[in-house]
C-alpha cells in the first residue's frame, strides 16, 4: 500500500460553532486525536479533520418505551 495515494478524513459530530476547532472537543478526545494524526504523519499519511454540524432534534422521542416491545422467538421441537 503507498502511503501517498489515500486520505485519512475524520467526520467530527457536533453542535458547537465550527469557529471552535479542536475547541469543539472534550480535552481527552483532543489528545487521541492528536497523537493519531501525528501517528499518520509520521508514516507519510495525509489526514484531515472536518467539524459537521450536529442538526438532529433530540427533543423528541421517536423509541418507543423500554420493555414495551415484545420479542418472539421460534421455538424448535
Known amino acids: 500500500m503507498d502511503s501517498g495515494t489515500f486520505v485519512v478524513t475524520y467526520g467530527i459530530i457536533t453542535k458547537k460553532p465550527r469557529s471552535m476547532k479542536s475547541d469543539a472537543l472534550p480535552l481527552f478526545s483532543r489528545i487521541s486525536l492528536l497523537r493519531n494524526l501525528h ?3 509520521l508514516m507519510g499519511v495525509n ?4 467539524l ?8 423528541t422521542k421517536n ?4 420493555g414495551s416491545e415484545k420479542i418472539e422467538r421460534d421455538e424448535e421441537d
Not at 459537521?52 to 427533543?59: A, E, H, P, Q, S
Not at 423509541?63 to 423500554?66: L, N, Q, T
Open 52 to 59: 459537521i454540524k450536529d442538526n438532529v432534534d433530540r427533543t
Open 63 to 66: 423509541k418507543p418505551a423500554k
Open 47 to 50: 489526514a484531515q479533520v472536518f
Open 39 to 41: 501517528s499518520f504523519q
